[in-house]
């Protein structure tokens, strides 16, 4: 078992994608604890993408932020059907970040002098404590000048959509009304998992927004 100041996730994706098929206790700071959580539902390729995810890639341009990286799906694919964008990977992990390049930086913390025309947060808010997920939906509106993409899994989504054979469940279950008001307190929400700054110029007609 490594230390705990040691990069335990960035150490854990280095040795699966080195073949070491293994798996992972996960124990939280509220006391949850579950064990055996596969390491594959990080590794999905974009063929595995939701329907309205692969389409909405053909459709980006501009800088890219993708906050919480990982293993950098979202470039790949961006790399074949969106070559034009400027792609600026973060992740918390110190071991992805020196293995593959990306900012080192949490949702909440990650600082820019610039922003950006698409920030992609997807699959991170629901891992964090939930002053953190208050703080980082703040500052990802603040790092957006034009849509964000914000993907997560509430409890409804774990009880009734999700297939928990390919979904990670040591997350914190809120609820979908919570995620709802605290994103909706810095972001429009526009369907699809897009959404835009409160303090965006683009003009939206009723039925547009949820």
């Given at each position: 078992?490594?230390?705990?100041?040691?990069?335990?996730?960035?150490?854990a994706?280095?040795?699966?994608?080195?073949?070491?098929v293994?798996?992972?206790?996960v124990e939280?700071?509220?006391?949850?604890?579950?064990g055996?959580v596969?390491?594959?539902?990080?590794f999905?390729?974009?063929?595995?993408w939701?329907?309205?995810?692969r389409?909405?890639m053909?459709?980006?341009?501009g800088?890219?932020?993708?906050i919480?990286?990982?293993?950098?799906?979202?470039?790949?694919a961006?790399?074949?059907?969106?070559p034009d964008?400027?792609?600026?990977?973060?992740?918390?992990?110190p071991?992805?970040?020196r293995?593959?390049?990306?900012?080192q930086?949490?949702?909440s913390?990650?600082r820019s002098r610039?922003?950006?025309?698409l920030?992609?947060?997807?699959?991170?808010l629901?891992?964090?404590?939930a002053?953190?997920?208050?703080?980082?939906v703040e500052?990802?509106?603040?790092?957006?000048?034009?849509?964000?993409?914000i993907?997560?899994v509430s409890?409804?989504?774990w009880?009734?959509?999700c297939?928990?054979?390919?979904?990670?469940?040591?997350?914190y279950?809120?609820s979908?009304?919570?995620?709802?008001?605290?994103?909706?307190r810095?972001?429009?929400?526009?369907?699809?998992g897009?959404?835009l700054?409160?303090?965006s110029?683009?003009?939206?007609?009723?039925l547009?927004?949820l």
């Amino acid at each position: 078992m490594l230390p705990v100041y040691q990069d335990a996730y960035g150490q854990a994706m280095l040795d699966h994608l080195l073949g070491d098929v293994g798996d992972v206790s996960v124990e939280r700071d509220d006391g949850y604890l579950e064990g055996d959580v596969g390491m594959d539902v990080y590794f999905s390729s974009a063929n595995d993408w939701s329907a309205h995810t692969r389409k909405a890639m053909k459709l980006v341009q501009g800088r890219v932020l993708d906050i919480g990286c990982g293993l950098g799906g979202w470039r790949d694919a961006m790399r074949r059907h969106c070559p034009d964008a400027v792609y600026t990977g973060v992740d918390a992990s110190p071991e992805l970040c020196r293995r593959y390049g990306w900012r080192q930086g949490t949702v909440s913390g990650f600082r820019s002098r610039s922003s950006f025309d698409l920030v992609v947060c997807r699959s991170v808010l629901q891992y964090l404590p939930a002053d953190e997920v208050r703080r980082g939906v703040e500052n990802l509106a603040c790092l957006c000048r034009g849509a964000a993409y914000i993907e997560l899994v509430s409890r409804e989504d774990w009880e009734r959509n999700c297939d928990r054979t390919a979904t990670d469940g040591a997350i914190y279950r809120r609820s979908a009304a919570w995620y709802r008001r605290t994103v909706g307190r810095c972001f429009t929400n526009c369907g699809g998992g897009v959404f835009l700054p409160k303090d965006s110029d683009v003009v939206l007609y009723e039925l547009e927004k949820l």
